[in-house]
């Protein structure tokens, strides 16, 4: 989840009504090029301008409907070879994921918080697929998921590989809040030893 710009004094509440802001704006783009030209492919916007399109439409998370008609437009362009493949991957598992049901690519990631552990939701058919990645020209589940691994762990900076530094956070505050009640019980343990005197 992107998050607010270090260079503005802004909470993450506003940061996330401006998020949300500019992707409903988007969306309502979005959704009148789809009407007036379907999915724009290659040759109508070229690969950064058909790029731009199908990430305002991923982010359209809170409308999936719109985001199937996209992606059924789209499918019409890949079968033409004017879409990208791993982008129609990346918005059917979007869909999929939003809508409740398991993945068809495996594109979409859960990051574990105390690990950083990288896995991949729930995916239909997790036997054959590598298959289905194939057919759309994408590496290996296997290979996208240590990708992934590697960059997520670089981006957040561990103490201790495979411990993320919230982790860390945790274990210290643990070790705090026990020192602190311990101290607690034995100030009240003397107290009580003094009273008897």
């Not at 311990?182 to 009240?188: A, D, E, G, L, P």
Request: proline share 4%; aromatic share 10%.
């Amino acid at each position: 989840m992107p998050t607010p710009p270090e260079s503005e004094d802004i909470s993450q509440k506003r940061w996330n009504q401006k998020k949300d802001s500019i992707f409903r704006d988007n969306k309502a783009f979005a959704e009148r090029i789809l009407n007036e030209k379907g999915f724009p492919g290659f040759d109508l916007v070229g690969k950064k301008g058909s790029y731009g399109y199908w990430l305002m439409v991923q982010h359209a998370d809170f409308d999936p409907d719109f985001q199937q008609r996209v992606l059924d437009s789209m499918k019409v362009q890949l079968e033409r070879n004017n879409a990208n493949p791993n982008n129609y991957a990346f918005l059917t598992d979007r869909i999929r994921i939003n809508t409740g049901r398991k993945q068809v690519y495996g594109t979409q990631l859960d990051i574990k918080m105390f690990t950083g552990k990288v896995k991949s939701l729930p995916t239909e058919n997790w036997e054959t697929i590598n298959e289905r990645r194939a057919s759309l020209g994408m590496e290996t589940i296997e290979e996208y998921l240590e990708f992934n691994q590697e960059s997520h762990m670089e981006s957040n900076a561990t103490i201790i590989p495979g411990v993320t530094n919230v982790m860390v956070i945790l274990c210290i505050l643990i070790f705090f809040v026990t020192s602190l009640i311990f101290v607690i019980i034995r100030r009240i343990k003397r107290g009580k030893r003094r009273k008897r005197s």
